[in-house]
């Protein structure tokens, strides 16, 4: 199916546990305030490990006007107005990583723990099998263990993991770990199942 197809499914009202209603839907070129407000909010430990700068205001408008969902699709979880989560798959759309697409995903810290993650790299599988992904990854540095935890949840299986291969903006090693999830046996299973 073509993305553009796929994601007439959204905008797609949810509820989350606490019965709080959240609208999903891809970024759109207004988001440029509501996004950096986002990502301000983000305690600056864990900002240290995105790998864009993503206070500059500069970096969110480049991304809000220079849209290519082919390429990066932010899905974001609004409620009132503002952002409350983001997961985005990467896509090459050529070369020999053109089957493999990547997901990531940040929770704004004042909604952790209410299934917002869950459902947006849910919702992310799900595009990724309609467009013809055949396998999933997620990066990650030792230290994400709640995500690496989420990922393994969602059928996500440790890859590799590499002792200090990566740096944070203070030059701090950190372990490296790659985790993915194959569409194509994930979705047999699922028909072994029913
Ligand atoms: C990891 C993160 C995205 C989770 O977001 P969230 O919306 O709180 O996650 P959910 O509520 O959907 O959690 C889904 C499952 O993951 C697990 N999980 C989530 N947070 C957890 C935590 N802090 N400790 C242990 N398990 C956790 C739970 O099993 C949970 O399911 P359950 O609540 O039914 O038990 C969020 O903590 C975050 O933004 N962290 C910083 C960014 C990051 O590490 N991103 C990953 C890089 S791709």
Redesign the pocket.
Known sequence: MSLELELQRFPKEIKL?DATRVTLRPLEKADEKIFHEFFLA?PEP?RM?IKHRVTDVAVIRDWCQDMDLGRNLPLLAVAGGKII?AATLHQQLGGWRRHIGR???????Q?????????L?TEILAIARSVGLEQVE???IGE????I???A?LGFSNLLRLDNYVKDMQAISHDYVLMGLNLKVDEEYAGVGG
């Open positions: 546990k983000i864990e490990f989560a997901v990531s995903v940040l929770a704004h810290p909604f952790r723990g209410r299934g917002l993650a869950k459902a790299v997620a990066e990650f994400q263990e709640a995500a935890k989420m990922f949840l």
